[in-house]
């Protein structure tokens, strides 16, 4: 590091970490990425080897996540796994009636 690092002049902030593994996020950092407490965050690293942290949504936040979701067919699902199915069984029926 180039130098000690003064609160709110960059994007980074050392904090100390716990023989534990602990560490506390600075506030300014859970603001922005909306982390709040108490909660749960994510790490996950990136093919670059970046580390990205991010909050993980709770159970009651999720609550109904799919019926407030637009859909974006009309057709309901059993209609499309038939129709998967259908398609399904006539290219391996012509895949095996082409094979004799």
């Given at each position: 590091m180039s130098g000690p690092e003064r609160p709110g002049t960059s994007d980074r902030e050392v904090v100390a970490?716990?023989?534990h593994g602990q560490a506390?996020?600075?506030k300014r950092f859970?603001?922005?990425s909306g982390i709040?407490?108490?909660g749960k965050v994510v790490f996950r690293e990136t093919e670059d080897g970046t580390v990205i942290?991010?909050?993980v949504r709770t159970p009651s936040e999720m609550r109904g996540f799919a019926a407030h979701s637009e859909a974006t067919t009309d057709t309901l699902a059993t209609e499309i796994l038939h129709e998967k199915r259908d398609q399904d069984r006539e290219e391996r029926d012509a895949r095996f009636s082409t094979e004799e």
């Open positions: 970490v716990t023989k506390t996020i600075p859970r603001e922005k709040d407490t108490p942290v991010e909050s």
